[in-house]
């Protein structure tokens, strides 16, 4: 599995195995949302920040070949639903792990709603692209939602580690899960899990702040980093974003290290 474990190395830190993701794949679900307008734009500003890599579609991935300046993992996203459907949680393939490859990715990822009237769809698919994954050695991002009519709170931590388990035991070699709102709980995920498990970062916050104590207090959980979407790349300074997020996870500043970086008092 040599070939998985140099892609791994593409789209995280070698010396601490955390990550920075940004997603860019809303476009499909929502349509050109505010700060996805100019994808080429979009995806240089969170590259310059420091971003390990980028989820996109693989329409998209023309646009984000850089050509020049810093390097950045290609993640391409393989699931779509819009939310002009009668049920934007129900997620189909998009994509193949072997048109991933051609497009030159270094991993890709698929969404799941667990809970779904449509999970066992969902479970099936990801079951296929994992085993295709282990077939061509293509590192595995799993995004993990906990949505259904049985789900009170997603981000309860019941169903949040329940999901990060179930893409565990599928094969998921990164999972992606709600924040379950502090390190305690958030531990619990991580312990049940046994690969890396990233934050998302939601609906576009009212507070940086707040984003940043999310995200600090998931790594002294023991969590692998981030992929955050909306709360970068809709930021009024993408970039400054990316490297104050990018200063706790790798470098392990505390929150006001970072804010004083995203407010530009302290230059990275």
Partial sequence: MIGKQIRMERIMNRENGRTLIVPMDHGVSAGPIPGLVDMKSAIGKVVDGGANAIVIHKGVVRMGH???????????????????????????????VEEAIKLGADGVSIHVNIGADDEKEMLRDFGEISKQCQTWGMPLLAMMYTRG????????????????????????????????????????????????????????????????????????????????????????????????????????????????????KVER
């Avoid at 050509?67 to 779509?80: E, M, P, T």
């Fill in 66 to 96: 850089r050509g020049r300046g810093k390097d950045v993992g290609l993640i391409v996203h393989l699931s779509a639903s819009t939310s002009l459907s009668p049920d934007p949680n129900s997620k189909v393939l998009v994509c193949t």
């Fill in 149 to 264: 009519k049985n789900i009170q709170t997603e981000s309860d931590v019941a169903v949040v580690k329940h999901s990060a388990r179930v893409a565990m035991e599928l094969g998921a070699d990164l999972v992606k899960v709600n924040y379950t709102g502090d390190a305690e709980s958030f531990r619990s995920v991580v312990e049940g899990c046994g690969v890396p498990v990233l934050i998302a970062g939601g609906e576009k916050a009212k507070s940086d702040v707040d984003v940043l104590k999310n995200i600090q207090n998931s790594i002294l959980a023991g969590g692998g980093g981030v992929s955050i979407g909306r709360n970068v790349f809709q930021h009024k300074d993408p970039t400054r974003m990316i490297k104050a997020i990018k200063a706790i996870i790798h470098e392990d500043a505390g929150v006001e290290e970072a804010t004083a970086i995203l407010e530009g």
